[in-house]
């Protein structure tokens, strides 16, 4: 579940409809589509980071986080939710996010990455589809399930948090590693191999740059992801911003609820920015137009 | 207790948990198909408001469903309202993307010849266009209910109905005897509708592409 965001039209409207039938666009990297497009698939070739996609999300975080702020500190707060709030509380959970996000993606990358590199070299790919079909069934597991039953059998705490939301993210990265690998032209790597490269040679000069923007597209899942499983982390005694949500939603103090969701919300989006800019800008040069 | 004797013991609770969370699950999907496959009808032809409309759903996609839900009880209550809100919205963005994905890419060539026969614009949307773009709706419309399995569990905490309310209460009481049937049966039972939606969509698949255009 990648979200993709196609970058802004610089064309006007009208442009694209050709008496009344369906534009096919060549002219700016679009290409014809398959009928069939697996929805977590490579991001589509786009333009360059423009000057208005680096500005606007930003600016429009900024504007909520703001009238959020205005809007709290000229409201009366009564003693509960001055407990949810004070003392540095949201400084906390806001860091506490942050770091269950940045630590799990850590180790999602570490195990998803070379995991999906070795299920596609020549020995183990009789092992992928095993791994594709688990990873369909993780589809099916609701991050709340694993993370209670982890919970239960580990105890609660960050640690608990950090295992659940990695065991959660690490199948459909990896998925999408091994289909960014088993994408590749497989002539190419013949004619790498014929021209004397070593195995590993062709891993790293050939396979790998040729499957970044598909591993890129699975960094941004992974955080997204992460971060969206990181308010979980409040049931097993995690922290994070679920803390304010759940504490909001149990006292039924909605300034406390509506401040943490906010904040998640900017963060997540703010994080799914962050990784889309760097996506386009380490996307090999040669590849804006690749499968 | 045993999960087989807690299973027996509580199979009325959970028989009525798990259709309550299928039927919930089933009618957003329901509400988010025909707006989805709206939404994707309405804005195909232009690449700026395809555009727009992909864009915005992936954005609600990307919040967390646990902040969405407590950004909608201020506004609806606790309950029902919020959970299928929630769920329909989140749904959206596979059926959306992929009606516009499969709409885009039917043959121009397909869609002229039946303007040549006289078929008008919206026999040509019904009959040529939508049955040729409906393999790949179909495909998010499995994506979106796997994944609305899921956040219906956490819905519960906002007193939503389904299994996710199992999960919960082994949750509060953890390190009771039953914490663990409890979390066990309300994970496991969603694993199992999931896959069992999974199943309906293959064999809905088989009765409604037609033949033609079979992969």
């Given at each position: 579940?990648?979200?993709?965001?196609?970058?802004?039209?610089?064309?006007p409207?009208?442009?694209?409809?050709?008496?009344g039938?369906?534009f096919?666009d060549d002219?700016?990297?679009?290409?014809?589509?398959?009928a069939?497009?697996?929805?977590?698939?490579?991001?589509?070739?786009k333009?360059?980071?423009?000057?208005?996609?680096?500005?606007?999300?930003?600016?429009?975080?900024?504007a909520?986080l703001?009238?959020?702020?205005?809007?709290?500190t000229?409201i009366?707060?009564?003693?509960i939710?001055?407990?949810?709030l004070?003392?540095?509380n949201?400084?906390?959970?806001?860091w506490?996010?942050?770091?269950?996000t940045?630590i799990?993606?850590?180790?999602v990358?570490v195990?998803a990455?070379p995991?999906?590199?070795?299920?596609?070299?020549?020995?183990?790919r009789?092992?992928a589809?095993?791994?594709?079909?688990?990873?369909?069934?993780g589809?099916?597991?609701?991050?709340?399930?694993l993370?209670?039953?982890?919970?239960?059998w580990?105890g609660?705490g960050?640690?608990t948090?950090?295992?659940?939301?990695v065991a959660?993210?690490v199948?459909?990265?990896?998925?999408?590693?091994?289909?960014?690998?088993?994408?590749?032209?497989p002539?190419?790597v013949?004619a790498?191999?014929?021209?004397?490269m070593?195995?590993?040679?062709?891993?790293?000069?050939?396979?790998l740059?040729?499957?970044?923007p598909l591993?890129?597209?699975?960094v941004r899942?992974?955080?997204v992801?992460n971060v969206?499983t990181?308010?979980?982390?409040?049931f097993?005694g995690?922290?994070?911003?679920?803390?304010l949500?759940?504490?909001?939603?149990?006292n039924q103090?909605?300034?406390?609820?509506?401040?943490?969701?906010v904040?998640?919300?900017?963060?997540?989006?703010l994080v799914?920015w962050?990784?889309?800019?760097a996506?386009?800008?380490?996307?090999?040069?040669?590849?804006?137009?690749?499968? | 207790?045993?999960?087989?004797?807690y299973?027996?013991?509580?199979h009325?609770?959970?028989?009525?948990?798990?259709?309550?969370?299928?039927s919930?699950?089933?009618?957003?999907?329901?509400?988010?198909t025909v707006?989805?496959?709206?939404?994707g009808?309405?804005?195909?032809r232009?690449?700026?408001?395809?555009?727009?409309a992909v864009?915005?759903?992936?954005?609600?996609?990307?919040i967390?469903?646990l902040a969405?839900?407590?950004?909608?009880?201020?506004?609806?209550?606790?309950?029902?309202p919020?959970?299928?809100?929630?769920?329909?919205?989140?749904?959206?963005l596979?059926?959306?993307?992929?009606?516009?994905v499969g709409?885009?890419?039917?043959?121009?060539?397909?869609?002229d010849?039946?303007?040549?026969?006289?078929m008008?614009?919206?026999?040509?949307l019904?009959?040529?266009?939508?049955?040729?773009?409906w393999?790949?709706?179909?495909t998010?419309?499995?994506?979106?209910?796997?994944?609305l399995m899921g956040i219906a569990?956490?819905a519960?905490y906002?007193s939503?109905p389904g299994?996710?309310?199992e999960?919960?209460?082994?949750?509060?009481?953890?390190?009771?005897?039953?914490?663990?049937?409890?979390?066990?049966s309300?994970t496991?039972?969603?694993?199992?509708?999931?896959?069992?939606?999974?199943?309906?969509?293959v064999?809905?698949g088989?009765l409604?592409?037609?033949?033609?255009?079979r992969?």
């Amino acid at each position: 579940m990648s979200p993709d965001r196609p970058g802004r039209s610089t064309r006007p409207d009208g442009e694209h409809d050709v008496r009344g039938l369906a534009f096919r666009d060549d002219g700016d990297g679009e290409r014809d589509e398959p009928a069939y497009e697996p929805v977590v698939s490579p991001a589509r070739p786009k333009r360059k980071v423009t000057w208005q996609k680096l500005v606007f999300t930003p600016v429009v975080l900024a504007a909520v986080l703001l009238a959020t702020y205005l809007w709290i500190t000229n409201i009366h707060l009564d003693s509960i939710e001055h407990n949810s709030l004070d003392n540095g509380n949201v400084q906390l959970r806001l860091w506490q996010h942050v770091k269950l996000t940045a630590i799990s993606t850590f180790w999602v990358l570490v195990i998803a990455i070379p995991v999906g590199i070795a299920l596609t070299r020549r020995r183990l790919r009789k092992v992928a589809p095993v791994v594709t079909a688990l990873a369909n069934i993780g589809q099916a597991t609701p991050a709340i399930g694993l993370l209670a039953l982890l919970v239960i059998w580990l105890g609660i705490g960050a640690r608990t948090a950090i295992i659940g939301i990695v065991a959660y993210a690490v199948l459909p990265v990896l998925s999408n590693t091994v289909a960014g690998l088993k994408a590749i032209d497989p002539t190419l790597v013949e004619a790498a191999r014929g021209i004397g490269m070593s195995a590993p040679g062709v891993l790293a000069k050939i396979e790998l740059p040729l499957a970044v923007p598909l591993i890129l597209a699975g960094v941004r899942t992974a955080l997204v992801l992460n971060v969206g499983t990181a308010t979980l982390a409040t049931f097993g005694g995690g922290g994070g911003l679920g803390d304010l949500i759940t504490s909001g939603i149990v006292n039924q103090r909605m300034p406390v609820l509506i401040l943490g969701s906010v904040l998640t919300v900017v963060l997540a989006l703010l994080v799914d920015w962050l990784a889309s800019i760097a996506e386009q800008l380490m996307r090999p040069r040669g590849l804006e137009v690749s499968a | 207790m045993s999960f087989w004797q807690y299973l027996s013991n509580r199979h009325q609770q959970l028989l009525t948990d798990a259709f309550q969370h299928a039927s919930a699950v089933f009618q957003c999907m329901v509400l988010a198909t025909v707006i989805g496959v709206l939404i994707g009808v309405l804005t195909y032809r232009s690449d700026w408001a395809g555009n727009l409309a992909v864009t915005s759903t992936a954005t609600i996609l990307t919040i967390p469903s646990l902040a969405l839900i407590g950004l909608l009880i201020p506004v609806l209550g606790l309950g029902v309202p919020p959970t299928v809100t929630a769920l329909t919205l989140y749904g959206l963005l596979p059926i959306v993307r992929n009606a516009i994905v499969g709409l885009r890419g039917v043959d121009p060539a397909l869609v002229d010849a039946a303007k040549g026969i006289g078929m008008s614009r919206a026999a040509r949307l019904l009959r040529v266009e939508l049955p040729l773009a409906w393999p790949p709706i179909l495909t998010g419309i499995r994506v979106a209910t796997q994944m609305l399995m899921g956040i219906a569990a956490v819905a519960a905490y906002a007193s939503g109905p389904g299994l996710g309310n199992e999960i919960f209460r082994g949750i509060a009481s953890l390190g009771s005897a039953n914490a663990l049937n409890e979390v066990l049966s309300g994970t496991l039972g969603i694993i199992v509708l999931a896959l069992l939606f999974d199943a309906v969509y293959v064999g809905i698949g088989r009765l409604t592409i037609p033949r033609g255009i079979r992969a």
